[in-house]
């Protein structure tokens, strides 16, 4: 084939991410995770992800060649997250990245973290229509994104004012004695729980708020309304319905997510709403989505569980779109910009 080969690699946060894609075909997705080590912190302690990344680096690299049955020399490009992320951890992926370009000769691409998340949808559905609309949710960010062209404008509609959806599962989960990161283990728990038995805030939907905070989201005040909820029920020394709380705050955030999706598409005429990020691995905003928007007559794209949450597949397929749109590979002096817009 002489679809281009490129080597995607992700080190944002706690995974070291190696993909392989050829055009739109995944041929390999090697992840290495530290989560194991900031578990007992409950979130991800930056230097422990850095010095992960460090360890996890070259070997990941050398297991996604084997899985792909290629060498670096077969590769066309290569592709890491430049931003935006944890400082150092972004660091040691750019860092390989340039050495593995200038060892091998290879052009590279410096990527958005974000773009590379709704690209990474390409590789189970093809190419994306123009325009789109891109629902991120992660442990870092909550965004509508309007995509009209991967390889150029996405434009970010709104976004979360305080805690990211990720933040807010992995903040609950803790407070009801689950373990990190809680997204999984939320999502588990509400299956045999009640989502009717409390009702939550749904922040930014009120109607005053739709007016300046459209597409914004806000997850703080639902996880102080969890928390005191809880709160209120062990100081009485009642037992915590778990389940219940889980279902019932989970489904605040999808109702929430969802809703604004649909308006946001339906405001700017988009027929395609894409998911990506970790909590679009989530059941019930995968299923929610798929309601909603077919009521709403919208196509709805989701990228199965393993490729929502961190990987390099995503970075090797926004790699490979800009390789195919002719887009000038970056400077070798690319920096990592934790804060990548
Ligand atoms: O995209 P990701 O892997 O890393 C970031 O870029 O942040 O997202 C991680 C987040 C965590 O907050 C995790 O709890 C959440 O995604 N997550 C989930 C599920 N799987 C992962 N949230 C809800 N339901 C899930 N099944
Ligand atoms: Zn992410």
Redesign the pocket.
């Known amino acids: 084939s002489n679809e281009p080969l490129v080597l995607g690699i992700e080190t ?2 706690d ?1 070291t991410g190696v993909g392989i894609v050829r055009g739109h075909t995944l041929l390999a997705d090697a992840v290495a995770t530290s989560v194991d080590q900031h578990a007992r912190f409950g979130g991800v302690v930056p230097e422990v992800a850095s010095r992960a990344h460090l360890e996890a680096m070259v070997p990941t690299v050398q297991r996604a060649l084997d899985d792909a049955g290629v060498t670096l020399d077969d590769v066309d490009a290569i592709a890491v997250t430049a931003g935006p ?1 944890l400082a150092g951890a972004l660091l040691v992926g750019v860092a390989a990245a340039k050495a593995y370009a200038l060892a091998a000769g290879k052009p590279i691409y410096g990527v958005n ?1 974000l773009s590379a ?1 709704i690209a990474v949808d390409t590789l189970e559905n093809g190419p994306i229509p123009a325009p789109a609309l891109g629902l991120l ?5 909550s965004s509508l994104l309007l995509v009209e062209d991967l390889a150029g404008r996405v434009v970010q509609l709104g976004a979360t004012i305080d805690d ?4 807010a ?2 903040k609950v ?1 803790r407070l009801l004695g689950m373990p990190f ?4 283990p ?2 588990r728990a509400a299956r045999d729980g009640d989502a009717g038995a409390i009702t939550f805030p749904r922040g930014l939907t009120a109607h005053r708020d739709m007016e300046k905070h459209r597409y914004d989201f806000s997850f703080s005040g639902l996880k102080t309304a969890v928390a005191r909820w809880v709160e209120a029920r062990q100081r009485a020394g009642e037992t915590v319905p778990v389940n219940d709380v889980a279902a019932s705050f989970q489904e605040a955030v999808c109702d929430v997510l969802t809703r604004k999706a649909v308006a946001a598409a339906k405001d700017h005429g988009i027929d395609t709403i894409l998911l990506g ?3 679009a ?3 019930r ?1 995968r299923s929610m989505a798929v309601e909603r928007c077919e009521k709403a007559g919208i196509r709805v794209r989701v990228p199965r ?1 393993g490729l ?3 990987n390099g597949a995503m970075v090797a397929a926004l790699g490979s779109h800009l390789v195919a749109a002719n887009v000038e590979p970056s400077d070798l002096g690319i920096p990592a910009d934790s804060a990548l817009p």
Do not use: M, Q
């Not at 949710?137 to 960010?141: N, T």
């Not at 990161?181 to 999984?184: I, L, Y």
């Open positions: 944002s946060c995974e992320g973290h998340h949710v992660s442990g870092g960010h990211a959806a990720g933040e599962y992995d989960a990161p809680g997204g999984p939320i999502d990020g970790g909590v691995a989530n059941t905003l569980p929502c949450t961190d």
